[in-house]
């Protein structure tokens, strides 16, 4: 079900509160309701991105609980989040090869393109700028686009990991809303003729396939009823703008 962005973010954050209380891993797949720009919870949103064109333009805008650099999501696009304690993958770093490994195959059967994980080639950086223009080693490139982008954070012994997958270079949406606009040409799309829906039963079955999905939804029930504390945080243009 597309939620808006305020929302989609506190569910998640509501899955990480889960995690660390019971223990429970969950995968979830979702869409967003609008258009909408995520900012990393640490990122410099104010020497980035133009807030009044955002705000002319109607475009949503969300404060992540995750790091990371903007990231802009279609509606048809899709974000996946896990939910999990982290001595499931033993350390950050083995969770996001882990987690982008299963999302590969998942999209290798979908695309044309070859499908692999970027090569580790620099170190994290906070420094401004759209998250799909820089891959540090590890995510999902398709045809040698950067498909799939992570941002990850722990709440005391619970991993949050989420991402978008883009079906299509987003990078020319993003750009007319930085404070220094770029002309961005589009790449091609994931495949001319792959949807949300085949992406997404592709993602479930290799994730099922692999013994790691079990559905239940009264876990998310579970989750959207707790989201309500964390909603009021996400939907507050003075947290979202807050640096």
């Given at each position: 079900m597309p939620r808006p962005a305020w929302q989609q973010m506190a569910i998640d954050r509501a899955l990480a509160e889960l995690a660390a209380q019971?223990?429970?891993?969950?995968?979830?797949?979702?869409?967003w309701q609008h258009d909408t720009i995520s900012l990393g919870a640490n990122e410099a949103a104010r020497r980035t991105w133009d807030r009044d064109r955002i705000t002319?333009?109607?475009?949503?805008?969300v404060r992540r609980p995750t790091g990371g650099r903007g990231v802009w999501h279609d509606r048809d696009?899709?974000?996946?989040a896990v939910t999990g304690p982290l001595t499931i993958w033993g350390s950050l770093r083995t969770a996001y090869q882990a987690?982008?490994?299963?999302l590969a195959a998942a999209l290798a059967r979908t695309s044309e393109a070859p499908v692999m994980l970027a090569p580790a080639t620099?170190?994290?950086?906070?420094a401004p700028g759209a998250c799909f223009d820089l891959a540090i080693g590890g995510e999902v490139l398709v045809g040698g686009r950067k498909t799939i982008g992570s941002a990850q954070a722990l709440f005391g012994p619970a991993l949050l990991q989420h991402g978008a997958i883009a079906l299509a270079d987003r990078s020319a949406a993003l750009a007319r809303f930085t404070l220094t606009r770029t002309t961005t040409d589009d790449a091609p799309a994931l495949s001319p003729e792959v949807g949300t829906e085949p992406v997404a039963a592709a993602i479930l079955a290799t994730w099922a396939a692999a013994g790691a999905v079990t559905i239940a939804p009264g876990d998310i029930a579970d989750a959207v009823a707790r989201a309500a504390p964390w909603q009021a945080r996400f939907d507050d243009p003075e947290w979202t703008w807050r640096r």
């Open positions: 019971r223990g429970t891993t969950i995968f979830r797949l979702y869409r002319e333009r109607g475009v949503a805008i696009d899709l974000t996946y987690i982008h490994q299963l620099t170190r994290p950086t906070l």
